[in-house]
């Protein structure tokens, strides 16, 4: 059974960083490798968005609002994937939720809570 889980989120202020990570389990190395990883965010009140993906081979996928400021990136040995945000906005206030996807199939994580306040 694949499980995501998601880690690193928290309270930060305005401009400062956070660094999330999905640790994904129930799936082989090597199957990890061919899974299109991803992070979403949903903000009270609204629908569920993209923030970023990433492929098998490492092309990556931002959101126009998160360019220049939000990078992903996956540890295929790990079974890792990380969203490092750096200048963050209270806009960028959200549950944020790793998801992995592969022939069709979407796997969610728990979610993790990043609030941007001052």
């Known amino acids: 059974q694949v499980q995501l889980v998601e880690s690193g989120g928290g309270l930060v202020q305005p401009g400062g960083s956070l660094r999330l990570s999905c640790a994904a389990s129930?799936?082989?190395?090597?199957?990890?490798?061919?899974?299109?990883m991803g992070w979403y965010r949903q903000a009270p009140g609204k629908q569920r968005e993209l923030v970023a993906t990433?492929?098998?081979?490492?092309?990556?996928n931002y959101a126009d609002d998160v360019k220049g400021r939000i990078t992903i990136s996956r540890d295929n040995a790990k079974k890792m994937v990380v969203l490092q945000m750096n200048s963050l906005k209270h806009e960028d206030t959200a549950v944020y939720y790793c998801?992995?996807?592969?022939?069709?199939?979407?796997?969610w994580g728990q979610g993790t809570q990043v609030t941007v306040s001052s």
């Open positions: 990433i492929t098998s081979r490492g092309t990556t």
């Open positions: 129930g799936i082989g190395g090597i199957s990890f490798s061919t899974y299109v």
């Open positions: 998801n992995g996807r592969r022939s069709s199939i979407d796997y």
